[in-house]
Nanobody, 119 residues
Framework: QVQLVESGGGLVQAGGSLRLSCTTS????????MGWFRQAPGKEREFVAGISGSGANTYYTDSVKGRFTISRDNAKNTVYLQMNSLKPEDTAVYSCAAHLPGTGTYNYWGQGTQVTVSS
């Protein structure tokens, strides 16, 4: 079982920054591909960013490229999402997820943290 806990959400003005953290449990949790997703009320959940187990490979949805950076510190079992130049349309509940090897899907999810960007 993998447990994920997000933190770092809050209310920020447009153009500001937030740093989200996702701490993971398990001896091998830091080897999993990890991703950040977001879901706004009435909207479908969407992929935001992903990172390979080693941190060597990262992936971003087009709308956040150049603004968001995903990273991880495996010694701390933590994945981060640095969000800069935030826009109101970034407002959503952000969740981290773990993609277990060989499953082809994100299997475990955190509870989510609210990010609200005001104009």
């Amino acid at each position: 079982q993998v447990q994920l806990v997000e933190s770092g959400g809050g209310l920020v003005q447009a153009g500001g920054s937030l740093r989200l953290s996702c701490t993971t449990s398990g001896r091998t949790a830091n080897t999993y591909t990890m991703g950040w997703f977001r879901q706004a009320p009435g909207k479908e959940r969407e992929f935001v960013a992903g990172i390979s187990g080693s941190g060597a490979n990262t992936y971003y949805t087009d709308s956040v490229k150049g603004r968001f950076t995903i990273s991880r510190d495996n010694a701390k079992n933590t994945v981060y999402l640095q969000m800069n130049s935030l826009k109101p349309e970034d407002t959503a509940v952000y969740s981290c997820a773990a993609h277990l090897p060989g499953t082809g899907t994100y299997n475990y999810w955190g509870q989510g943290t609210q990010v609200t960007v005001s104009s």
